[in-house]
């Protein structure tokens, strides 16, 4: 098991060298000035050096936002999209929550959450008042 391992990240090394986003850097000995059998990698690629350092490192932070209209009276609706064959719970008001929480509004800004879905919404979601609007897809192409 150990060998196909070894066999796989030789393999993954060897294509990331290739594709020029590793670059492999030789080592060698102070007293004998001979090459090590160790060698160094480094991320040469600069978009992947800023993804890895950055971006994923904030994964768990990074709220995706549907969709996001600015309005001039100075109002943010944000649109979530929930295309399920099932009712929605009270966690897609958490979702919300946490999004509207990620982002950074701006001052005098109001956040507005607008839900579009299929399936339907739990009674709860419907009853909390969160929502601007609660707009069922269905319905809304129907008419």
Not at 54 to 72: G, H, M, R
Not at 81 to 105: P, S, T
Not at 107 to 118: I, M, Q
Not at 119 to 140: C, H, K, L, M
Request: proline share 3%; charged share 20%; glycine share 4%.
């Amino acid at each position: 098991m150990a060998k196909v391992d070894l066999s796989l990240n030789l393999l993954h090394n060897t294509l990331a060298i290739t594709a020029g986003f590793v670059q492999k850097q030789s080592l060698w000995s102070f007293k004998t000035t001979q090459l090590l059998k160790q060698s160094l990698y480094s991320i040469s690629d600069p978009d992947m050096r800023f993804y890895l350092k950055v971006i994923e490192s904030q994964l768990d932070k990074i709220a995706v936002i549907d969709y996001l209209v600015q309005t001039a009276t100075k109002n943010l609706f944000i649109c979530e999209f929930k295309f399920k064959n099932r009712e929605l719970g009270m966690d897609v008001i958490h979702d919300m929550k946490e999004k509207i929480k990620a982002l950074k509004v701006p001052k005098g800004f109001a956040p507005v959450p607008v839900l579009f879905h299929t399936g339907g919404v739990s009674f709860p979601v419907e009853t909390a008042g969160y929502f601007y609007r609660i707009v069922d897809v269905e319905n809304f192409l129907e008419t």
